[in-house]
């Protein structure tokens, strides 16, 4: 998924599996305002229970302050590249400020299409191809297609948080199969996603490669779940936004290379991360062409479609944005080994290396609680990373780190960490 400041969302409902007190809430957390029950309040109890995720709870208080090194959100610090602002900017001189189509102006949905049959060597039908806004709002209106109650949603985790969210405020009951940290790396087979699905289960959420572990889903693990998905009727929700962002390769492997019109499948994307375009909140989806009139349908009750002047911008992306793809995967190659440098060899730390995204996901053995260590981290180095318990079940000795800043900042916030970690700070938490 997507990630970024505008789509930070309030994103940590409690799990139905949890008993009430919220044991996720670690030492140090804020507590929330309790809910108010009974015949006077007509607000529903899922709305209600969510609670902030705890990359922005952490980040908000000191997001505009210059001494922090923000390694927190999923962004890194180099502008949109110039010739993209500059054809948004002439879209607005040029007074185009009105409506468009509501599932993106055709221009922009055909420019998709040839860029994805350019790099998959396939024949995308344009009219699958529907731009509702950011890739966040593709991905909640793919789950809103799929949910009814006692359905169930199966998330590849370690996850997004905003992705848990958008299965449960539409009364999706959710589950969760963890990919596992091998000594080559992170991994899950299809065979055991599939093991994790339940007679109730309607949609299976894959994000490849991942936020924040950097797992990428081999391809033929990729034709096993699509066929099973093919084969029950469960709609498989792929979340592709880091294609680009891959360490052995050009592009990761996409199941819009195996998937036809018919299958059960939508493949979310979108502009962020490949172009550095978090902001804009600009995605796309690939989905079953029979319904390109329920996308237009509920993209209209969500913003009425992506910012006109924008997709301008977008177009010129996909036109002319191999270059400045080339110039970011060559930054983050080379981030990715600083990090690996820095953390291999310290005794404090285990990291298993990603291939693919621009995150570390490392584990710290020796602590409670990630929101105490990343609280402490903050306080008294400057360093703002994402506390691991809000990525999924199981991840409260991790932290994400993201790796998409310049050189010097990124450097910088590595050594904080490091000398934290050599004073022991992190034992106190």
Not at 56 to 77: C, H, N, Q, S, Y
Not at 194 to 216: K, L, Y
Not at 253 to 277: H, Q, R, Y
């Amino acid at each position: 998924m997507p990630s970024g400041w505008s789509t930070a969302g309030w994103a940590c409902p409690p799990r139905r599996d949890e008993p009430v007190g919220n044991p996720r809430r670690s030492r140090g957390e804020p507590v929330t305002d309790s809910v108010t029950d009974g015949p006077g309040n007509p607000f529903r109890p899922e709305l209600e229970a969510l609670e902030q995720n705890g990359i922005t709870k952490l980040a908000f208080p000191r997001m505009d302050d210059p001494d922090v090194i923000p390694l927190w959100f999923g962004e890194g610090d180099m502008a949109t590249p110039a010739f993209i602002r500059e054809a948004a900017m002439r879209a607005l001189d040029e007074g185009d400020t009105f409506y468009t189509h509501t599932r993106g102006r055709p221009e922009l949905r055909t420019a998709i299409k040839h860029y994805l049959d350019a790099l998959y060597g396939i024949d995308v039908d344009p009219d699958r191809i529907s731009v509702p806004g950011s890739a966040m709002l593709g991905i909640t209106i793919a789950v809103q297609m799929v949910a009814s109650p006692g359905s169930r949603g199966l998330i590849v985790s370690p996850n997004w948080p905003n992705i848990e969210t958008a299965f449960r405020v539409a009364g999706v009951e959710v589950d969760f199969i963890r990919q596992r940290e091998t000594p080559g790396g992170w991994t899950l087979d299809a065979a055991e996603i599939i093991a994790a699905v339940q007679p109730e289960t309607r949609a299976i959420f894959v994000n490849s490669p991942c936020n924040p572990t950097g797992w990428m889903m081999p391809r033929e693990d990729q034709r096993e779940l699509l066929a099973f998905c093919r084969e029950r009727g469960v709609l498989l929700i792929a979340d592709e936004v880091y294609h680009r962002t891959v360490y052995e390769a050009r592009v990761a492997p996409s199941f819009l290379e195996l998937a036809g019109d018919a299958d059960p499948m939508i493949v979310v994307n979108g502009f962020s991360k490949a172009w550095a375009m978090t902001g804009w909140r600009i995605g796309w989806v690939v989905a079953p062409k029979r319904h390109a009139v329920q996308w237009a349908l509920l993209s209209e009750c969500f913003n009425t479609g992506a910012t006109v002047f924008g997709q301008q911008g977008a177009i010129a992306a996909l036109e002319n944005g191999e270059g400045a793809i080339a110039s970011l995967q060559q930054r983050y190659q080379e981030n990715r080994a600083r990090v690996i440098q820095a953390f291999s060899n310290h005794s404090e730390i285990e990291l298993t290396a990603p291939t693919g995204a621009f995150y570390a996901f490392p584990r710290v053995p020796a602590i409670q609680s990630s929101w105490d260590f990343a609280q402490a981290l903050l306080d008294e180095t400057n360093v703002g990373v994402s506390p691991g318990y809000t990525f999924g079940p199981g991840n409260d000795q991790h932290f994400r780190l993201c790796f998409a800043q310049s050189e010097r900042p990124l450097q910088s916030g590595l050594e904080r960490i490091l000398d934290f970690l050599d004073r022991g700070r992190h034992r106190k938490t």
